[in-house]
């Protein structure tokens, strides 16, 4: 079985709200930060579906955990941290629903 795929992060986002699109639009929450570290977690594991996603998702997870500066000061913004979680939730709805090979 190769995870993590789409429905993983569905159900991750699921955990936190029925709809995520909007998020970025939320005040900081703590419950937020810790889905980013969750997806962080996610994002980091090899998988078919994590490799056909855009980079910067991997790539943003990577340089976050390994604690880049540059990186953290970025999405220690709550703002960026929304926006990337929308995006991602965004990506893994449509890849879901529509299909298709990724990026």
């Not at 930060?33 to 991997?58: D, K, T, Y």
């Amino acid at each position: 079985m190769d995870h993590p795929d789409a429905d993983d992060y569905l159900r991750l986002f699921g955990r936190y709200r029925e709809d995520f699109g909007d998020a970025y639009l939320a005040p900081e929450d703590e419950r937020y930060r810790l889905l980013f570290e969750q997806v962080c977690q996610l994002l980091l594991q090899p998988s078919g579906f994590n490799l056909s996603m855009p980079q910067e998702f991997r790539r943003t997870a990577r340089q976050w955990t390994e604690g880049d500066a540059a990186t953290l000061t970025h999405m220690g913004d709550p703002l960026n941290r929304h926006f990337m979680l929308s995006d991602l939730y965004d990506y893994t709805h449509l890849r879901k629903t529509m299909g298709g090979p990724g990026w």
